[in-house]
C-alpha cells in the first residue's frame, strides 16, 4: 500500500523537475501542459489501476499538487480554502449523512416488500432504475444512488452486477441533470441567474439515455441474479423509519434552497431522528474511507487551472461531459458559467450525466461504492458498464436535433451581454 503511494509520488516527482523552469504566467507547463494538469493524471492513473487502496493514491495525488502548488506557483492555499470550504464541508456532510439515511431505508423495510410492486422479469430492474432517475429531480443525486443501491441489494440477493451499479449511478446522475434542485451544478447555475427553463432541457437527454442504459442493464442484471418475485411473508414496515428519510429529504431540499448548504438539513433531521429511532452510527467509519477519497479529488480538481478551456461549443459542450468522468464536474461547471457561451441545458446534460462513465467521476457513484466496493474497479466499470458512455453519445446527438444548440445569454448573475449598436441603413445612391 505505501509503496503503492510512494510509486505515484515519485512518477510526479520528475515531471515537477522537468516543468519548474518554465515561465508560464499560471505556473510551470512541460510541453505545454500544466504541471498541475500532469500530477492530476498521474492520480486518475493510480485510481484507476490500484482500486483496491484508492483512497491512499488519492491523498498522495493530493500532497503531490499541493506541494507543486505552493512551491513554484502563486497559490495561497488561506485563499483558495475559504472559496472551497462550503463544498467540501457540504459533500463530506452529504455523503456521510446519505450513508446513514441509506441505512434508515433498509431497516424500514420498504426495499423487502418492493418485490411485490416490481414486475418480475428485467422490467422489474428497468422500473428501479427508472424510480432513482424520478427522485434524483428533487433530491441529491447522491441520495437516489443510495436508495437505489439500498434497494438492489434487497432485491437482487447482494448480487448486483457492476453494469447495474453504473446504471444506477448514470439514473441518479441523469434525473438530476434537468432540474435546478437535483443536483449541485444545476444549483450553481440557478444560483448565478440561469431560469430553472433553460436548464429543463437536459430532462430529454436523461430520458433518452435511460431507455438504452437502463434496458441493457437490467437485461445484465436478470441474467446475473434475477429479480425476487416474492415479498418474504410477514414482513412489516417500520413506518417512524419512513417518516425519518422524509425529514432529511426534506430538511435537504429546505436547506438547499434556503442556506444553499443541503447537509445542514441531512445532520438536524438525523439528529430529531435518533430520538425515534436507533441510528447506525457505526456505518460512519466505512462511508468515511469513501468521502475522504472523493474530498481528495475535488480538492485536487479545484487547484487545476481550469480556465483555458476552448471556445464554447456543443462539440466543446459534449467533450466536457467525459471530462466530467475523471475530472470533478463542480468547477468545470463555475468556468462554463463564468465563460459565457453555453447552452446551458446541453451543460448541464454534459457534466452531470457523463461522470457516470467512471465511478469515481461523480459523488453520487464513490457513495454507492463505499456500500459495493467491488465497484472501484475502473476497468470492470468500463467493461461491464460501457452502455453509459454509449447513451450518453447518443442523447447528446439526439438532443442536438431536437432542440438545437442555442448559447445562454446568461454568463453570471445579474450579467446580460451588451446590447448591440443598431446597423445604420446604407446610403441611397443617386
Known amino acids: 500500500m505505501r509503496r503503492a503511494a510512494l510509486l505515484l509520488l515519485l512518477l510526479g516527482l520528475p515531471t515537477t523537475a522537468l516543468a519548474s523552469d518554465g515561465g508560464a504566467p499560471h505556473g510551470p507547463e512541460l510541453s505545454g501542459i500544466?504541471?498541475?494538469f500532469i500530477l492530476f493524471g498521474l492520480t486518475l492513473v493510480g485510481v484507476a489501476v490500484l482500486h483496491k487502496m484508492t483512497m491512499y493514491v488519492a491523498l498522495t495525488g493530493l500532497a503531490a499538487i499541493l506541494g507543486f502548488k505552493l512551491g513554484f506557483t502563486p497559490f495561497n492555499l488561506v485563499t483558495h480554502l475559504h472559496h472551497e470550504w462550503q463544498t467540501l464541508t457540504n459533500l463530506l456532510g452529504l455523503l456521510l449523512g446519505f450513508a446513514l439515511l441509506a441505512k434508515h431505508f433498509e431497516e424500514s423495510r420498504i426495499p423487502t416488500k418492493l418485490p411485490d410492486y416490481l414486475p418480475d422479469d428485467w422490467k422489474g430492474g428497468f422500473a428501479l432504475l427508472a424510480i432513482v432517475c424520478f427522485i434524483s429531480s428533487f433530491l441529491d443525486n447522491i441520495a437516489a444512488a443510495m436508495i437505489g443501491g439500498t434497494i438492489a441489494r434487497v432485491v437482487f440477493k447482494g448480487k448486483v452486477h457492476i453494469g447495474f451499479l453504473a446504471a444506477i449511478v448514470a439514473a441518479s446522475n441523469a434525473g438530476g441533470a434537468g432540474s435546478v434542485v437535483g443536483d449541485t451544478t444545476t444549483t450553481m447555475m440557478w444560483i448565478d441567474g440561469v431560469p430553472a427553463f433553460d436548464v429543463a432541457e437536459a430532462s430529454v437527454g436523461a430520458v433518452v439515455a435511460l431507455a438504452i442504459f437502463g434496458v441493457i442493464a437490467a437485461r445484465q442484471q436478470q441474467a446475473h441474479e434475477p429479480i425476487t418475485k416474492d415479498a418474504q411473508g410477514g414482513v412489516t414496515i417500520d413506518w417512524?423509519?419512513?417518516?425519518?428519510?422524509?425529514?432529511?429529504?426534506?430538511?435537504?431540499i429546505a436547506t438547499n434552497v434556503l442556506l444553499d448548504f443541503p447537509a445542514v438539513g441531512?445532520?438536524?433531521a438525523l439528529a430529531v431522528g435518533a430520538f425515534i429511532r436507533k441510528t447506525a452510527w457505526e456505518e460512519l467509519p466505512g462511508a468515511l474511507k469513501g468521502s475522504v477519497f472523493l474530498l481528495s479529488l475535488v480538492f485536487c480538481a479545484s487547484m487545476m487551472p481550469v480556465e483555458r478551456l476552448p471556445e464554447a461549443s456543443w462539440q466543446t459542450t459534449m467533450g466536457l461531459g467525459f471530462v466530467s468522468a475523471v475530472f470533478d464536474n463542480i468547477p468545470l461547471t463555475k468556468l462554463a458559467i463564468e465563460q459565457g457561451g453555453y447552452d446551458m441545458g446541453f451543460l448541464a446534460f454534459a457534466v452531470g450525466f457523463g461522470g457516470s462513465m467512471i465511478w469515481f467521476g461523480s459523488?453520487?457513484?464513490?457513495?454507492?461504492?463505499?456500500a459495493y466496493p467491488e465497484g472501484r474497479s475502473t476497468l470492470q466499470w468500463l467493461r461491464h458498464g460501457w452502455h453509459v458512455a454509449l447513451a450518453y453519445v447518443v442523447?447528446?446527438?439526439v438532443m442536438l436535433v431536437m432542440l438545437g444548440y442555442h448559447p445562454s445569454v446568461y454568463t453570471r448573475k445579474g450579467a446580460r451581454p451588451a446590447t448591440p449598436a443598431p446597423v445604420a441603413a446604407p446610403a441611397e445612391t443617386k
Request: proline fraction near 3%; hydrophobic fraction near 65%.
Open 34 to 36: 500544466p504541471v498541475e
Open 240 to 252: 417512524m423509519r419512513v417518516v425519518i428519510v422524509g425529514m432529511i429529504l426534506a430538511g435537504t
Open 266 to 268: 441531512v445532520w438536524v
Open 363 to 370: 459523488s453520487a457513484g464513490v457513495a454507492l461504492t463505499n
Open 395 to 397: 442523447s447528446f446527438l
